[in-house]
T-cell receptor, first 114, second 111 residues
Framework: EPEVTQTPSHQVTQMGQEVILRCVPISNHLYFYWYRQILGQKVEFLVSFYNNEISEKSEIFDDQFSVERPDGSNFTLKIRSTKLEDSAMYFC????????????FGSGTRLTVV | SQQGEEDPQALSIQEGENATMNCSYKTSINNLQWYRQNSGRGLVHLILIRSNEREKHSGRLRVTLDTSKKSSSLLITASRAADTASYFCATNTGTASKLTFGTGTRLQVTL
């Protein structure tokens, strides 16, 4: 079964530092997403990416966040200057089509900002 | 209430029993999906039901959708201890690709 791979599984960073979360989506998928889940809360949409550009983003995805697909396989989420409230589980997902299929999620990166 | 509210918040049953979880939403949808999350792990896609479908089955899972009531239910039959997890509904609306998740139901299946 194809998987979405995320690294690292756990990242601890100091407030104000930059972090890059990495994802390898499923190879034939065209749509890529980042979601986050603060402990005990809902899974929240951050951003979707298609055809090498952001197709949709939420209010959470402010100027501190950016995404990139630097090569044909990786999809990254960068947080420029982390805040305590950025501590959460970050999930990458990919899908074949925009809306008609289920997503495949990665196992997540637990980000802890101290 | 917000888009995608599940009830109950928590459900505890014995192995072999059926588990039913409900999801309500507010806006029109393109499809509704159910996901499972084991503690501290990623989300696993279980089943997708489109707005023009009323019922769908996959193994021990049965999902219904009532667009007039803006609600969906997930039934897990003959539950097993391995079904212990949190279950989330997620809606996809219109032409947007994002999913809006519900609050989740924590299911505990005991031996």
């Amino acid at each position: 079964e194809p998987e979405v791979t995320q690294t690292p599984s756990h990242q601890v960073t100091q407030m104000g530092q930059e972090v890059i979360l990495r994802c390898v989506p499923i190879s034939n998928h065209l749509y890529f997403y980042w979601y986050r889940q603060i402990l005990g809360q809902k899974v929240e949409f951050l951003v979707s990416f298609y055809n090498n550009e952001i197709s949709e983003k939420s209010e959470i995805f402010d100027d501190q966040f950016s995404v990139e697909r630097p090569d044909g396989s990786n999809f990254t989420l960068k947080i420029r200057s982390t805040k305590l409230e950025d501590s959460a589980m970050y999930f990458c997902a990919s899908s074949e089509e925009r809306a008609g299929y289920g997503y495949t999620f990665g196992s997540g990166t637990r980000l802890t900002v101290v | 209430s917000q888009q995608g509210e599940e009830d109950p918040q928590a459900l505890s049953i014995q192995e072999g029993e059926n588990a039913t979880m409900n999801c309500s939403y507010k806006t029109s949808i393109n499809n509704l999906q159910w996901y499972r999350q084991n503690s501290g792990r990623g989300l696993v896609h279980l089943i997708l039901i489109r707005s023009n479908e009323r019922e769908k089955h996959s193994g021990r899972l049965r999902v219904t959708l009532d667009t007039s009531k803006k609600s969906s239910s997930l039934l897990i039959t003959a539950s097993r201890a391995a079904d212990t997890a949190s279950y989330f509904c997620a809606t996809n609306t219109g032409t947007a690709s994002k999913l809006t998740f519900g609050t989740g139901t924590r299911l505990q299946v005991t031996l």
